[in-house]
Every structure is written in structure tokens, then in C-alpha cells.
């Protein structure tokens, strides 16, 4: 019977090396995605005034508004790889607001700014690609959380949408005022605490601006977007 043949004997440093790069792999696996920078280009326009609209300049990673007595939209489509994303991020500031108002009263509800995240059940996110903001937003089974900068409520207020009915819940970060101030929410918990359970697939993401209530005028600005 012949002998096994002998294995290579490893070096001490060797052995320490090999159990090391094997935590450092399992670490990596599990490192979160990189932060996906949305860029303001290529957005699409939703008026919603035959005779008004709001002036927004697109300028990649800042978006300017320019507002008086005017109300409009600005949207993008999120990307499938980041469909998943569970918390949001940028930077915002106001040089002229429009007056404290009250934001569940339809018709009353002027806001400086306010950035959408609209949501869908995983199985209707690839067919809902195509379509448009109107069409996401009377989607019964669309839940949209609005981030604001405006009306007459605290910070962290979570109230009713005048128009989204229940699929949609307005979230106050700002009052009405100036200032400048950098952001970060977690789409996930304020989801959870709008809707109940988990989010579906984040299929939009949008910007308005509302100063036709009031006649008001906005000189606002938001920039560096990110979904993480």
C-alpha cells in the first residue's frame, strides 16, 4: 500500500494570512451599496397650471426654483438597481418664502419646496417604468412620502395629503421661513409609520414648488441628492 502523499506545510504567517482574508472578503460582502447621486438633468415637468409654471434650472447635481404665484413639479424615474433604497438625502435652501400655511387644506397649502418619493408593490414597479408622474400619483396602490419645507406645523409632523388621499402622507422637516439646512431621512421608518410595513419598490422621486394660494414668491435651491 503506498503512502499518502504529504501535503505542503504553510508558514505560520501564511496561516494567519489565510483566516484574515476570509473576514476581510465576508466583510466586503456585506458593506452597503455606495450612495446613489440622483442628478436634477433630464427631469420631466408636471404643470399644473395651464398658465403658470414654476422656473426650474437643472444644472446636474442643483436644481434652482423660481417661483410667483405658481405651482409645478419636476420628476425622475428611479433607476431598478435602486429601487431598494431605504433612507434619502440632500441639501436645501430658501432666499424668499411664501407665508406659513396650513398643508392639508387643499387650495391653502403653499409650500417652498417639497421632494416626493413614490412608491410601488415590487410586481407592478416594472410596468409602472414607462409611465408618467400623473400616472404614478392616481395609482391606487402608490403610497408617496413628501418631504416639506413650508406651512404653519413643527418639524416631524406627519399629516393627511390634501390630494393623495390615503396613499400619501405630507412629512414637515421645515417651516415656512429662509435658510439653508442639509437633510436625511429614513424612507423605511417614515414609511412604516405613514403606511404600516415595509416600502415596495421607490419607482419615482420628485421636486415641487406652491406659491399660487398665497401669490407668493420662492427663491429656493436643493442639491445633492442621494438615495442610500
Do not use: C
Not at 2 to 16: G, N, T, V
Not at 90 to 108: F, Y
Not at 168 to 186: D, I, M, N, Q
Request: charged share 20%; no cysteine; hydrophobic share 45%.
Amino acid at each position: 500500500m503506498s503512502r499518502p502523499e504529504a501535503q505542503p506545510r504553510r508558514s505560520p504567517a501564511l496561516r494567519m494570512a489565510l483566516p484574515l482574508a476570509a473576514l476581510a472578503g465576508a466583510l466586503l460582502a456585506g458593506t452597503p451599496a455606495a450612495a446613489a447621486q440622483i442628478a436634477f438633468s433630464g427631469w420631466t415637468l408636471q404643470k399644473f397650471s395651464l398658465f403658470s409654471k414654476v422656473d426650474f434650472g437643472q444644472q446636474g447635481a442643483v436644481l434652482t426654483i423660481d417661483a410667483q404665484d405658481a405651482a409645478s413639479l419636476l420628476w425622475t424615474a428611479v433607476p431598478a438597481s435602486d429601487r431598494g433604497r431605504g433612507s434619502a438625502a440632500w441639501d436645501w435652501s430658501v432666499a424668499r418664502s411664501v407665508p406659513a400655511t396650513d398643508l392639508t387644506r387643499k387650495g391653502g397649502d403653499d409650500r417652498n419646496a417639497a421632494v416626493y418619493f413614490v412608491f410601488l408593490p415590487e410586481a407592478q414597479a416594472a410596468a409602472a417604468a414607462g409611465g408618467s408622474i400623473a400616472s404614478l400619483l392616481s395609482n391606487e396602490a402608490a403610497r408617496v412620502l413628501v418631504y416639506t419645507w413650508g406651512g404653519a406645523h413643527r418639524r416631524g409632523e406627519m399629516l393627511a395629503s390634501p390630494y393623495l388621499g390615503p396613499r400619501g402622507r405630507t412629512v414637515v422637516l421645515r417651516p415656512a421661513g429662509t435658510g439653508r439646512h442639509s437633510e436625511k431621512v429614513s424612507l423605511a421608518k417614515d414609511y412604516a409609520a405613514a403606511f404600516g410595513g415595509a416600502p415596495g419598490a421607490l419607482v419615482g422621486v420628485a421636486v415641487s414648488a406652491d406659491s399660487d394660494d398665497t401669490d407668493g414668491v420662492i427663491a429656493a435651491q436643493v442639491s445633492g441628492l442621494r438615495l442610500d
